[in-house]
């Protein structure tokens, strides 16, 4: 069993539109949980950042952890086309652990 | 202030060949990390420095893969020889802390022929 689930995609959804991205794990020693963003020919660059379960919101990206069902998600509000790029889920055990990343959901906002 | 910086950002060997890899990270980060993602997989950890010495390269596939860095600075990677299931993109990221956020460089792509 792989130790992260993530749908590669792609997801394409219209301009404006609530997206919701998720992922499973297998592990239940994750403790940190984070999404990245991956635009095209680029490096990953951190989005959320979030410790055990509960929501966290910055602007429009909410992101949620729920511990007792290893599923962890990522909503965004008011999608742009800006917002188009593969994004990428990523755990860790501890705060200076390695990442273990998913193989990331490519998203495409239509204008 | 530049991020992390990887060089080249594409290169093409053929197989049995030797590739170098570098990475300058970001100025006064102690703490460098090598990732890769191979075609159709997912990005995976393969080892971390603190200034010049190896914390944890439990990630490393084989003896043909060999990463220094001299100094605390930049780092390399050697591939050699490099194989076909080798080619993928190649990150660095750099952090100061451990715990702290690590930024990735835009990644080296290996193809190798």
């Known amino acids: 069993q792989k130790e992260v689930e993530q749908d590669p995609g792609p997801l394409s959804v219209p301009e404006g539109a609530i997206v919701s991205l998720n992922c499973t794990y297998s592990?239940?020693?994750?403790?940190?949980f984070m999404w990245y963003r991956q635009y095209s020919r680029k490096g990953p660059e951190l989005l959320m950042y979030?410790?055990?379960?509960g929501n966290k919101e910055d602007g429009r990206f909410t992101a949620q952890v729920d511990k007792s069902s290893k599923y962890i998600s990522l909503f965004i509000r008011d999608s742009q086309p800006s917002d188009s790029a593969t994004y990428l889920c990523?755990?860790?055990?501890?705060?200076?652990?390695?990442?273990?990343f998913g193989k990331g959901t490519r998203l495409h906002i239509l204008p | 202030e530049a991020g992390v910086t990887q060089f080249p950002s594409h290169s093409v060997i053929e197989k049995g060949q030797t590739v170098t890899l570098r990475c300058d990270p970001i100025?006064?980060?102690?703490?460098l990390y090598w990732y890769r993602r191979v075609m159709g997989k997912e990005i995976k950890f393969l080892l971390h420095?603190?200034?010049?010495?190896?914390?944890?390269e439990s990630g490393m596939p084989n003896n043909r893969f060999l990463a220094e860095r001299t100094g605390g600075t930049y780092s390399t990677l050697k591939v050699q020889p490099a194989e076909l299931e080798d080619s993928g993109v190649y990150f660095c990221?750099?952090?100061?802390?451990?715990?702290?956020?690590?930024?990735f460089g835009q990644g080296t792509r290996l193809t190798v022929v």
């Open positions: 592990n239940s020693a994750f403790q940190y």
């Open positions: 100025s006064g980060h102690d703490n």
């Open positions: 990221a750099s952090s100061q802390q451990a715990n702290t956020e690590a930024f």
């Open positions: 420095f603190v200034k010049e010495s190896k914390q944890d």
């Open positions: 979030t410790y055990s379960s």
């Open positions: 990523a755990l860790k055990m501890n705060r200076d652990d390695k990442i273990i």
